[in-house]
C-alpha cells in the first residue's frame, strides 16, 4: 500500500435534496477518493444517476423512500456484500425486509491490497410508549453488526465503518447529555455497544481520537429552532478504524457548514485522511 486516501461518510438525508442543496460542489471541494452515504433514499438507477463517473454499491431500502446506504469510490472496487444475516425466521426481533443499513465494498488501493469500506445506517429506534418494537429491532441489528465487526477486527487488511450509528457514545457526544439519559439514542444498553466496539474488538473511534475531549465536534442538529446555531448537537455520525487502519489515519474532519442557510443535510460529514 501507498499514498494518501481520503473518506468521507455523510448521512444525506435523500440523495435529491441533498443535490438540490448543492452537495455537489462540497464534493468538487473535498474530492474524496471514497464516499460512503446513509439515507440515499432512491432508487439504484438514480442513485448511478448522480454518481456518475464512481464506482457504486448501493443497497437501497425495500421499503421505498426508507434508509438506503451506497458506497461511491474512485478507485475500483473489487467485491462488494450487501446487508448483514439473513432476515425472515433468524432475522430476530428486526423487519422481515432489509430496509437498506449495512453495504461494503472492498476497493482497490493504487500500491495494491485492498480496503474494506463499509457505510452503515444503524436504526434509530424509539423507546416512547408504544415503540418498543423499533428499539427491540434496533438490537436484533446491533447484534448482527457486533458479529460482523468482530470478523473484520481480525481481519489482516484494512477496514473503516462508517456512517449514521445512531449513538451518542460518551457524554461529551450530546450536548444536552443530561436530558437524554433516558432517550433512545444514547441509552447504556445502546452505549455498551459501541464500548464492546471500541474496547473487547479493538476498533478505533477516529472522530474522537483525532477530535479531542469534547464536548463535541457534533455531527447532527435539528432542522428545528436554533439548535444548529448555537451548536447543541450530536455526535452520531462515526469513522470506526480496524486495528490494520487504525494508526494510519493522520486527520480526521467534521465539515460543518458555515451558516445555517449552507446545509446541504442534517448531518455534517465525518472526512478522514488515511496515509497508506
Known amino acids: 500500500m501507498s499514498g494518501v486516501l481520503t ?4 448521512n444525506v438525508n435523500g440523495i435529491r435534496a441533498a443535490f438540490r442543496r448543492n452537495m455537489p460542489a462540497w464534493i468538487a471541494a473535498r474530492a474524496p477518493d471514497v464516499l460512503l452515504l446513509q439515507e440515499v433514499r432512491a432508487p439504484d438507477e438514480l442513485v448511478h444517476e448522480y454518481l456518475e ?47 437498506g443499513r449495512w453495504v461494503e465494498a ?25 415503540q418498543e418494537h423499533t428499539m427491540a429491532a434496533k438490537y436484533a441489528h446491533l447484534d448482527k453488526v457486533t458479529a460482523r465487526l468482530a470478523e473484520l477486527a481480525a481481519a489482516e487488511h484494512p477496514a473503516v465503518v462508517a456512517g449514521d450509528l445512531n449513538i451518542a457514545h460518551r457524554n ?34 477516529l472522530g474522537r481520537a483525532h477530535g479531542g475531549d469534547g464536548p463535541g465536534p457534533y455531527t447532527w442538529w435539528s432542522w428545528r429552532g ?27 474532519e467534521v465539515d460543518r457548514a458555515p451558516t445555517y442557510e449552507e446545509r446541504w443535510s442534517d448531518h455534517a460529514a465525518v472526512v478522514a485522511t488515511y496515509d497508506l
Open 7 to 10: 473518506v468521507a461518510t455523510a
Open 53 to 99: 463517473g464512481w464506482h457504486v454499491a448501493h443497497l437501497p431500502s425495500e421499503i421505498k423512500g426508507r434508509a438506503g446506504v451506497a458506497v461511491a469510490s474512485r478507485l475500483p472496487l473489487h467485491a462488494v456484500r450487501a446487508g448483514l444475516a439473513p432476515h425472515g425466521p433468524d432475522g430476530g426481533s428486526e423487519p422481515p425486509v432489509d430496509t
Open 106 to 130: 472492498d476497493v482497490e488501493l493504487p500500491g495494491g491490497g485492498l480496503l474494506t469500506a463499509v457505510s452503515a445506517y444503524l436504526h434509530s429506534g424509539s423507546n416512547a410508549p408504544g
Open 172 to 205: 461529551a457526544d450530546i450536548a444536552n447529555w443530561k436530558g437524554n439519559l433516558k432517550n433512545a439514542g444514547f441509552l447504556p444498553q445502546e452505549r455498551a455497544y459501541v464500548d464492546r466496539w471500541l474496547g473487547e474488538l479493538g476498533w478505533a473511534d
Open 226 to 252: 436554533q439548535s444548529y446555531v448555537n451548536d447543541r448537537g450530536w455526535r452520531i455520525d462515526y469513522q470506526l478504524a480496524n486495528p490494520a487502519l487504525a494508526a494510519r489515519a493522520v486527520k480526521v
